[in-house]
């Protein structure tokens, strides 16, 4: 019997140098929360030791039921981000790429990291991921669109902090390869100096999450091809993983967290 994989997705060919990844999930079945209690301690504390899956639930669980909704009743944009930033880490686990980063903020633990939302490595290649989120009164082209103009801020000197720092700090923590340390302390380094790279130089990954609550819709992939392929004809970049989302529910990961 083959086990049924934790995730509903389509891989799609763009061009020689960019995929589109569309991904659904419209519930946490079995197998979802069982890949996410297989993973969820490696993805927020990568080189842990000491916490277990129940604390590691706990500790998320507080971190999230402290931040209130807004004024308008909608949540927290925060508890969103952090939502829908987490099943994105799951997401590239699932496809086997190494996170050189830890989830968790490395200063209070319980919010996530800050600077790029996340660097991964993959077959000797290293990926700048950015991930932007929201309920479907927006579409995946903005968020997408959102979350190429963050990398290209951070790239190119307009971020108000240093991500390199940040990302140089995760990689040490997550012992990763020398190789790579060396080159995120490089572009650290140079960014103090005023010293700025080009997006074109980099492989990355935006990534749009739409969380439908009330309602769902599935992703239809022949229309976001063309939709996405129009997109990044204005783009920069060495290579590009375009990651769309459709989430139905955030409360699904709350009731997941307390189980």
């Known amino acids: 019997m083959i086990n049924k994989p934790p995730f509903n997705f389509k891989k799609t060919k763009l061009n020689n140098k960019a995929i589109l990844y569309t991904v659904n999930i419209e519930s946490y079945d079995k197998e979802f929360s069982n890949f ?43 508890v969103v981000g952090y939502i829908c930033e987490f099943i994105i880490h799951l997401f590239f686990s699932h496809l086997g790429f190494k996170q050189e980063f830890q989830f968790l903020n490395l200063e209070d633990g319980g919010a996530m990291k800050k600077g790029f939302d996340g660097v991964y490595s993959n077959k000797k290649i290293d990926w700048y991921l950015e991930s932007k989120s929201g309920g479907c009164d927006y579409d995946h082209n903005d968020k997408i669109k959102l979350g190429y103009n963050d990398l290209i801020e951070k790239f190119s000197g307009k971020a108000k902090n240093n991500p390199w720092f940040n990302a140089l700090n995760h990689a040490k923590i997550v012992k990763s390869k020398k190789s790579l340390i060396d080159k995120i302390e490089n572009l650290s380094y ?21 969380i439908f609550e009330s309602q769902w819709e599935e992703l239809n992939v022949k229309k976001m091809k063309l939709l996405i392929n129009n997109l990044i004809s204005g783009f920069n970049y060495s290579k590009i993983i375009v990651v769309c989302v459709n989430k139905k529910s955030l409360t699904h990961f709350k009731t997941y967290l307390k189980s």
């Not at 990568?46 to 909608?74: C, H, M, R, V």
């Not at 960014?191 to 990355?204: A, M, Q, R, S």
Request: net charge neutral; glycine share 2%; with cysteine.
């Open 36 to 78: 996410m209690d297989e993973k969820i301690v490696s993805i927020c504390l990568p080189d842990n030791t000491k916490y277990n899956l129940s604390t590691i639930k706990k500790k998320i669980l507080k971190f999230l039921n402290s931040k209130n909704e807004q004024a308008d009743g909608k949540a927290n944009t925060i």
């Open 190 to 210: 140079n960014f103090d100096n005023e010293i700025f790279v080009k997006i074109d130089d980099f492989n990355i990954i935006p990534c749009s999450t739409i």
